[in-house]
């Protein structure tokens, strides 16, 4: 699906819709889980990075510096026997893609885009209250049908 998402645009894509939800990292120092999110895709562009993370090996024959790997999600290390970790202010841990095929509705794109904008908005609130494996797991099959 990352392919999918990274290659979709509106114009060239006219009978075809996506909706993205999933976890992301959450910021505030107070949160014990990752933030829900949930956007149509094409809305702004995913790279390649979104969602990739990578761990820095101290011992390595040839270290990588820290900031080669800086369009990804997140970077981490050991530095002064302490571990470091940089993240992007988007960083998804993992989604799930929804495909709506639109055919015959061309003239309505504007009035079906935002209401999968509404749609992915709602998902993403109905995933936060997924508290366990199994709300997960019933929360992914109602989503993608």
Do not use: C
Request: charged letters at 25%; glycine letters at 8%.
């Amino acid at each position: 699906m990352k392919f999918n998402r990274m290659g979709f645009r509106f114009d060239k894509h006219r009978d075809v819709r996506m909706v993205r939800v999933g976890f992301t990292m959450d910021f505030n120092p107070a949160a014990t889980a990752p933030a829900a999110f949930g956007y149509l895709v094409g809305d702004f562009d995913e790279e390649w990075g979104d969602g990739m993370s990578v761990y820095h090996n101290p011992n390595g024959t040839h270290p990588v510096p820290i900031n080669f790997f800086e369009g990804f999600s997140g970077r981490h290390w050991f530095e002064n026997g302490n571990y470091e970790n940089l993240f992007r202010d988007f960083s998804p841990y993992s989604s799930v893609t929804a495909t709506h095929l639109i055919k015959g509705n061309q003239n309505e794109l504007v009035i079906l885009d935002q209401l999968l904008r509404e749609e992915a908005d709602t998902r993403a609130s109905e995933l936060a209250e997924a508290t366990d494996d199994a709300q997960y797991l019933a929360w992914r099959d109602k989503f993608v049908g």
